[in-house]
């Protein structure tokens, strides 16, 4: 895991460590915290994230303590499907990152391949510099990264990007975490075009797809924290909007809710305008009915494409 050809030591050693107060001084304990609050589900994603914490607590105490240290290889490969929380943990990556030395600054730049691939000769470089000078010290989460390879486009400019960011990775390694984020199979692909990618990798998390179960708990969470609430039917009727909508095209987990949840709210404030001459109360603000999920066009059969990017 440590991919370094050689190791240091410090000539001025701790001798004694309190684990506690080491993550807490580091930030971890609360980061792990805010992790766990934010998603719901993902015990894969959470325990990995928090070996890789581990790992990095351990050899920062290592090199206090003067033992044999190596800086460990931190870019990351992040699969899975749309609306699975990998910008979170992005984001809650980096704060560890920092929190623990790793990386100068907390900040995370999410980029695609627009961002870094020009439509000229001689545009892609300077593109793709610009944003590497602007996240070192801090985490580069690239989305889509499999894009960055079109081997079908002769004119295509992704390779170049391709080389610059492969260099970056390798010789600025101490400055600078890369994280590739896409669907589990294209990464796979684009690692077996790209080999360069896979061996600079040392962490490879796979997001899976939510429960039904999982999901429903969200959109309810979502709801609270806008001051709604399902009434028993309406928590029923969306029940079988998720059932429904997850074998739709586009679908997109936590994404898919989210925007579900704000046509809903839609929905509900119409019904309530609808009657100019009604008098309302809290809980009639505050109450999601049936007729608000119910009106969706998933029940009729039409799939709803706008909740998510293809």
Do not use: C, W
Request: proline share 4%.
């Amino acid at each position: 895991m440590l991919d370094v050809p050689y190791a240091t030591t410090t000539e001025h050693s701790e001798t004694h460590f309190d684990l506690r107060k080491e993550a807490e001084a580091a930030g971890i304990t609360d980061t792990l915290q805010q992790l766990e609050q934010e998603l719901i589900g993902l015990r894969p994603v959470k325990s990995r994230v928090r070996q890789i914490a581990s790992l990095l607590l351990i050899e920062r105490i290592r090199q206090r303590a003067g033992l044999a240290s190596a800086p460990p290889t931190l870019h990351m490969s992040f699969t899975g499907n749309p609306g699975t929380g990998k910008t979170t943990v992005a984001l809650r990556m980096a704060k560890i990152l920092h929190g623990l030395g790793f990386v100068r600054r907390g900040q995370v730049i999410s980029v695609t391949r627009d961002d870094l691939v020009g439509q000229y000769i001689g545009h892609t470089a300077p593109k793709t510099k610009e944003i590497l000078k602007k996240a070192m010290g801090g985490v580069l989460f690239i989305d889509e990264a499999y894009y960055l390879h079109r081997p079908d486009n002769e004119r295509d400019y992704g390779q170049e990007a391709i080389e610059i960011l492969l260099q970056v990775m390798e010789n600025q390694r101490e400055d600078l975490v890369v994280i590739l984020a896409g669907y589990g199979e294209r990464m796979t692909s684009f690692f077996a075009s790209n080999p360069g990618f896979r061996s600079r990798i040392a962490h490879h998390i796979d997001f899976p797809d939510y429960a039904e179960a999982e999901l429903l708990v969200i959109a309810e969470l979502m709801l609270k924290e806008r001051g709604y609430r399902f009434s028993a039917a309406a928590r029923e009727a969306f029940e079988r909007y998720i059932a429904l909508r997850r074998t739709q095209p586009f679908f997109s987990n936590a994404r898919s809710i989210r925007n579900a949840v704000d046509r809903i709210r839609l929905r509900q404030a119409d019904r309530l305008v609808s009657d100019l001459d009604r008098m309302l109360d809290v809980g009639d603000l505050e109450t999601i009915d049936p007729a608000d999920v119910l009106a969706s066009r998933v029940f009729s059969g039409g799939a709803d494409v706008r909740s998510a990017k293809p």
